[in-house]
């Protein structure tokens, strides 16, 4: 498995071939608190690196979340209509939010690895 890389805005993508998984950080997560609600992207939607893709609702609030590069939704995860607690339970595993077929892997490249993330994340506070 490739490694995960991370937006500035705290969402992580995973590579897999051509095809990449997406979801929000670890760190977004506890920031949002219990998520209650998490509104997908359409399977066949493309997107631009940087469109909003989805929307997720906590019991503090709301937050877009945008996709770290170019793509078509090939698959969304279903399971968090039902249970939107996997994004909190397991947010880099069972609570991903789509896979994209890349238009371009290099827009991954200014992106950071975890343990640059993780620097930047502690500067945050």
């Given amino acids: 498995m490739s490694g995960i890389k991370y937006s500035p805005d705290h969402e992580w993508i995973r590579?897999?071939?051509d095809v990449a998984t997406c979801g929000i950080s670890n760190h977004a997560q506890e920031q949002?608190?219990?998520?209650?609600?998490?509104?997908?992207?359409s399977v066949g939607q493309a997107l631009k690196?940087?469109?909003?893709?989805?929307?997720?609702?906590?019991?503090?609030?709301?937050?877009?979340v945008?996709?770290?590069?170019?793509?078509?939704?090939?698959?969304?995860?279903?399971?968090?209509a039902d249970e939107p607690t996997l994004?909190?339970?397991?947010?880099?595993?069972?609570?991903?939010?789509?896979?994209?077929?890349?238009?371009?892997?290099?827009?991954?490249?200014?992106l950071m690895d975890e343990a640059a993330y993780n620097t930047f994340v502690e500067g945050l506070d």
């Fill in 66 to 80: 945008y996709t770290p590069a170019s793509g078509t939704v090939t698959e969304v995860n279903e399971a968090l």
């Fill in 32 to 41: 949002l608190g219990d998520i209650v609600y998490v509104e997908l992207p």
């Fill in 87 to 110: 994004v909190n339970q397991s947010p880099t595993e069972n609570g991903w939010f789509m896979k994209i077929k890349l238009d371009d892997a290099s827009e991954l490249d200014p």
């Fill in 49 to 64: 690196a940087k469109d909003q893709f989805a929307v997720v609702e906590s019991v503090k609030a709301a937050s877009e």
């Fill in 15 to 17: 590579i897999d071939g």
